[in-house]
């Protein structure tokens, strides 16, 4: 009797765990075909309708299956439950992105993809480039000649990858218009996913960097600087632009990506975070990054040019008081110039040999920028140096005038003086 018992036993329990068996391959299948069959509905919509339809059903699906996510995200690997559901999310967001594009802007979403990975073609060419340049840059430094054109290639080099990634940059949101208030919250989660895809933040980030590893490897020339200021400034102006876009729609993305969450938990949030919330939070660091190496770049590039100019002074014997700005750099020169005029010394090592053939050849677009010295200041002091040129020309030519008329009075009295004294000639007889 005790063995009948115990086979029926075994024979519940190998039903029981058949039964719970074909449950869970039930419970795996129902999600892989609500899924595929969402999915199937985002890549034929064509009305923003039709998209919101879908949109609740992804809603729906993870709040049918919240409670099996631990089995699910076994079951679905390498994929977890929440990455499944974050599939659709996006999917979703990309087709009513298109649509949206298709019947506002008449732009279709392959074309806008198309030339994003064009031009980020072209920027991975330049990086590759821009390593070879590197290493040419460090070979030439035994020839001059050599050196300045490893110098202008790389330079060309950097600007044309500046200019490359805020073009992808520019792809991305062109199509939305300037104001991004007037954009629906879908079509700022696009922009950050394709964001996140083209890696924008990293690639400006490593674009940032390589122009301070060119100022600590290059040896540059007063004349470099103008171009290589102005190349600054245009990045941090575009970059402050795209960080404050870029925080916009990250955190819509986050917000949107919170509601469906707490919608899909029965009205109480999602433990954890969402992977749009890990997003924002990785495009706030990237960010946070990318101003501390914009921040080292302007360093170096100004220590660099004030470092330069005042070596100028240095090797042409001229003494100046220390400056590291423009304000300093005025006083400097102008504390220069009330010495050589209250000393009577000559000026022309100053106003010739250096001011003329160096700093107004040199380094005059650099100090003309906005932001170092700038144009009006730079006039003023060129007209101190003028003028104090103009009063040692004035006192010279006072001196040669005096001199001449000196000599003039001499000779004119040495000759009535002679006449004066010379006997009259004796009459004729």
Request: neutral net charge.
């Amino acid at each position: 009797m005790r063995r009948i018992l115990f086979t029926a036993f075994l024979l519940l329990a190998a039903c029981a765990g058949a039964t719970a068996q074909r449950s869970d391959y039930a419970l795996k299948t129902d999600f892989e075909e609500r899924a595929r069959a969402i999915a199937a509905r985002l890549d034929s919509a064509s009305t923003t309708e039709a998209i919101d339809s879908a949109r609740e059903d992804i809603t729906k699906l993870e709040s049918d299956f919240a409670s099996h996510s631990e089995f699910l995200d076994k079951a679905l690997y390498p994929l977890t439950f929440t990455e499944s559901i974050s599939r659709l999310r996006s999917l979703q967001v990309l087709t009513y992105d298109r649509v949206y594009l298709i019947r506002t802007q008449g732009v279709k979403l392959s074309e806008l993809e198309a030339r994003i990975s064009a031009l980020t073609a072209r920027l991975d060419t330049l990086t590759a480039q821009r390593d070879q340049l590197f290493g040419e840059l460090q070979e030439s430094k035994k020839s001059l000649a050599s050196l300045r054109e490893a110098v202008r290639r790389l330079t060309a080099n950097l600007s044309a990858k500046d200019r490359l990634i805020f073009a992808i940059v520019d792809s991305i949101f062109l199509p939305y218009g300037k104001d991004l208030h007037q954009v629906a919250d879908v079509q700022k989660e696009a922009i950050a996913q394709r964001l996140q895809n083209a890696n924008v933040v990293t690639r400006v980030y490593e674009i940032a960097a390589d122009n301070v590893k060119f100022l600590d490897v290059t040896q540059l020339q007063g004349k470099d600087y103008a171009g290589l200021i102005d190349q600054y400034q245009a990045f941090a102006g575009r970059w402050a632009g795209l960080k404050e876009k870029m925080t916009d729609v990250a955190a819509t993305s986050a917000v949107v990506a919170g509601e469906a969450g707490t919608a899909a938990h029965g009205g109480k949030p999602a433990k954890g975070k969402t992977p749009a919330h890990a997003a924002a939070e990785s495009a706030a660091t990237q960010a946070a990054h990318v101003d501390s190496v914009l921040d080292d770049w302007h360093r170096r590039l100004i220590a660099g040019f004030w470092g330069g100019l005042q070596k100028e002074f240095a090797q042409a014997g001229i003494t100046v008081n220390e400056f590291h700005d423009g304000p300093s750099f005025a006083a400097s020169v102008r504390a220069c110039i009330a010495s050589l005029s209250a000393s009577k010394q000559d000026p022309q090592p100053f106003v010739e040999n250096l001011w003329k053939q160096k700093i107004d050849r040199d380094w005059r677009d650099g100090l003309t920028r906005e932001g170092m010295l700038g144009r009006a200041e730079y006039a003023a002091l060129d007209r101190a140096v003028s003028e104090l040129s103009r009063e040692t020309i004035d006192g010279t030519f006072v001196a040669y005038i005096a001199g001449v008329l000196a000599l003039i009075a001499g000779v004119w009295f040495f000759v009535f003086r002679k006449k004066k004294a010379s006997p009259p000639p004796a009459p004729a007889e």
